[in-house]
T-cell receptor, first 115, second 115 residues
């Protein structure tokens, strides 16, 4: 079974500060991928960053980095130097490589950047 | 980056009507997905497709059907719309293996309201 847990329904961060959005997962797969998506109020889902379970280094993509702790089964998203445009819902997701083609999503975290 | 299109973007209809939500992608992706998402909530998989003439039901039974006659086209049909179908519907597609990051690319969504 696959499960994604996001325990922060809402978060606030001051503009230009860094923020960490939490994500833990549970899977029976030995190999899997972890994803973060951003969903602005317009409703579109935007892919941000990917981490493979076999990757030894944490993924980074511009101001986004993924703090991957495999033993703890956590894949937290770190946004550095927050901008007003970062205000959105953020979803963590995973796919097990051997259990099929489905992606499993968390319940999301609403991030608000304060000027 | 994938180009994936959904029409209509917004739809308001009466109970009992039959509707089809359109989804098209121009990248030749073999795998496509339909999700239902209530505002600010998690995504629920309704249907997915591995390729032409291959469709599977997801975890959420939404009383809808899909077809995949062409690679680029994956329409979702509600035979008899009900108020409980009021939601946002997101279509996504995914690269074939080995052609890039194994993520889903989402369309802009269709916001459906059933009166």
């Amino acid at each position: 079974a696959q499960k994604i847990t996001q325990t922060q329904p809402g978060m606030f961060v001051q503009e230009k500060e860094a923020v960490t959005l939490d994500c833990t997962y549970d899977t029976s797969d030995q190999s899997y991928g972890l994803f973060w998506y951003k969903q602005p109020s317009s409703g579109e889902m935007i892919f941000l960053i990917y981490q493979g379970s076999y990757d030894e280094q944490n993924a980074t993509e511009g101001r986004y980095s993924l703090n991957f702790q495999k033993a703890r089964k956590s894949a937290n998203l770190v946004i550095s130097a927050s901008q007003l445009g970062d205000s959105a819902m953020y979803f963590c997701a995973m796919r097990g490589f051997f259990t099929g083609n489905q992606f499993y999503f968390g319940t999301g975290t609403s991030l608000t950047v304060i000027p | 980056e994938a180009d994936i299109y959904q029409t209509p973007r917004y739809l308001v209809i009466g109970t009992g009507k039959k509707i089809t939500l359109e989804c098209s992608q121009t990248m030749g992706h073999d795998k496509m997905y339909w999700y239902q998402q209530d505002p600010g909530m998690e995504l629920h998989l309704i249907h997915y497709s591995y390729g032409v003439n291959s469709t599977e039901k997801g975890d959420l039974s939404s009383e809808s059907t899909v077809s995949r006659i062409r690679t680029e086209h994956f329409p979702l049909t509600l035979e008899s719309a009900r108020p409980s179908h009021t939601s946002q519907y997101l279509c996504a597609s995914r690269l074939p293996p080995g052609q890039g990051i194994d993520t889903q690319y989402f369309g802009p969504g269709t916001r459906l309201t059933v009166l």
